[in-house]
């Protein structure tokens, strides 16, 4: 029997992981598991109705990464959309965030198709297996992660107190926010996931959820249509790769944004092997995060072609010339690997959540087209159909017989949290768990101006902007998941102390 490693954003995910490979099920297929199980358990955090990308890299195969993000709904839309349907936002989240909610800010789901894709070409279990653990759960009720109820203590009532069913879900009948680990029970949510099971992914595209979905999209003034969902499909792409000292990188290709600035990153960071975050180090650190945030903030958040401005980052990256040019949405993650070398990295996201849950589904929809640090052409952006901007990188890397999965949760901090990570695992030595555990720097490009975020024992010297310092290790900096594989150790896994994070390794 196959032998898993894996590394998720909860116990009750490493679990479903650990049936699935009981089960006989590969890397691709515990993988899949533990992301519906996230999915469907981590309210407010993610949603099964947004998007995801699974990076998948097979022993002696090429990587691919399989696009299942969201896209600009409209598609044969008669009528313009209302404009009044996508409620601005704001939230003391993160610090103060500006988003837009409501039927006008749901964007076309593509988690499921990109999930079914990754099944049928890569897995070797049946697709209504992989549903078995999160079906159980979610009918069973499961308790509210510590994360999730950090966030809905901000967004409870202004999003999800726009849904009977889920702001009845999520608090006690005196409208309070139900505590750490209450068991939380979605009604319909089961049923829902029943029919995708034994359907596959067109009863959500096609079948009566779709006709309830874009019904209530549509009654509320959204731009979903069912010719959104019916187009709808997951591409699979080559993977950008990248070298560094030995290992082969395969990331988040274009049109997404967050693989190409990692990789412009890992490129950039001109280190030698075994150094430590000395001084030197921290400035070389803040001057790479500079140049290419700047750019993506500059070049590729707008750009109608995202290739060419990918490639032109990568090029002054490659040349040394990035530093020249420096200028001034929540998510899950599961990384697996298996001992006959098939790496899978699966990351997720709803954005901060419409609040919208159409009637009779337990489907939270996601609010990606009002996600506005990511999507900034907001409800302008065109043309119906085509993929929103995405930080999620989902990653596999290789050397020789090893093969290592990784991604991180976190916005705009997923490529930083990921940039660290391989400097400190590859160039600097540490072992797994370690290298997810270091602490952490982000440089935030803001309208206000620049400032840096820092964890313990990463402040950088004579620095010229505002430096806020954390006390300790935070959820801020993302929720680094790693797995690994080779023949000469067999498994290493590491799950982010920042996060509930959990890791499952066959016996």
């Known amino acids: 029997m196959t032998r898993v490693a894996v590394a998720t954003s909860s116990r009750l995910a490493a679990d479903a992981a650990r049936e699935i490979a009981d089960r006989g099920g590969n890397a691709v297929d ?21 998007g995801a990308y699974v990076t998948v890299w097979a022993a002696g195969g090429k990587p691919v990464t399989i696009d299942g993000n969201v896209a600009i709904p409209g598609v044969g839309l ?22 837009l909610v409501g039927c006008g800010s749901v964007a076309v789901p593509g988690s499921l198709a990109a999930l079914e894709k990754a099944s049928s070409e890569f897995g070797v279990l049946d697709w209504r297996e992989l549903f078995l653990p999160t079906i159980r759960v979610v009918a069973a009720g499961f308790p509210l992660p510590p994360p999730c109820h950090y966030y809905l203590n901000y967004s409870g009532v202004p999003v999800f107190g726009r849904s009977k069913d889920g702001f009845n879900a999520l608090h006690h009948r005196d409208g309070t926010l139900r505590k750490i680990g209450d068991a939380i029970r979605v009604p319909h949510l089961a049923d829902s996931l029943r029919a995708i099971a034994a359907e596959g992914s067109r009863a959500f595209y096609e079948g009566d959820i779709a006709q309830v979905m874009v019904r209530h999209v549509h009654e509320n003034g959204g731009s ?102 420096a200028a001034c949405g929540s998510t899950v993650h599961t990384s697996a690997v298996d ?27 996601n609010n990606c087209l009002g996600e506005l640090e990511l999507n900034r052409r907001g409800l302008s952006a065109t043309p119906a159909g085509a993929r929103l901007p995405s930080n999620m990188t989902p990653a596999i890397a290789r050397r020789n017989a090893a093969v290592l999965a990784v991604g991180s ?88 102390p920042r996060r509930e994070g959990a890791t499952f390794v066959s016996a």
């Open 30 to 50: 515990c993988a899949i598991a533990a992301s519906l199980l996230t999915m469907n358990t981590e309210p407010g955090v993610c949603a099964l109705a947004g």
């Open 78 to 99: 008669e009528h313009a959309a209302d404009p009044a349907a996508a409620v601005p936002l704001h939230m003391g989240y993160g610090g103060g965030i500006d988003t």
């Open 224 to 325: 979903l249509t069912r010719d959104d969902l019916l187009q709808y499909r997951a591409i699979v792409r080559d993977s950008l790769t990248v070298r560094l000292d030995g290992w082969h990188i395969a990331v988040n290709p274009p049109p997404a944004i967050g693989g190409a600035v990692l990789a412009a990153m890992l490129v950039a960071f001109r280190q030698q092997p075994g150094n430590s975050w000395n001084a030197q180090a921290l400035q070389s650190l803040v001057a790479v995060q500079q140049a290419a945030l700047g750019y993506r903030r500059e070049h590729l958040d707008l750009s109608d072609d995202v290739s060419v401005e990918a490639a032109r980052l990568l090029e002054l990256a490659r040349d040394g010339h990035l530093l020249d040019i």
């Open 339 to 365: 001992d006959n070398g098939l790496g899978c990295a699966i990351t997720a996201s709803s954005g901060y959540g419409s609040g919208e849950m159409p009637d009779g589904t337990g489907l939270w929809l």
């Open 409 to 496: 949760p976190g916005a705009d901090r997923i490529t930083t949290a990921l940039h660290q990570f391989f400097v400190n695992f590859i160039q600097h030595g540490r072992e797994l768990d370690a290298a997810v555990a270091h602490p952490r720097l982000h440089l935030e490009l803001l309208a206000s101006g620049t400032r840096i975020a820092v964890e313990p024992g990463m402040q950088p010297a004579d620095c010229p902007w505002p430096i806020t310092q954390y006390p300790q290790i935070s959820m801020y900096f993302g929720g680094v998941g790693a797995a690994l594989f080779n023949t000469q150790d067999g498994f290493s896994v590491a799950a982010d």
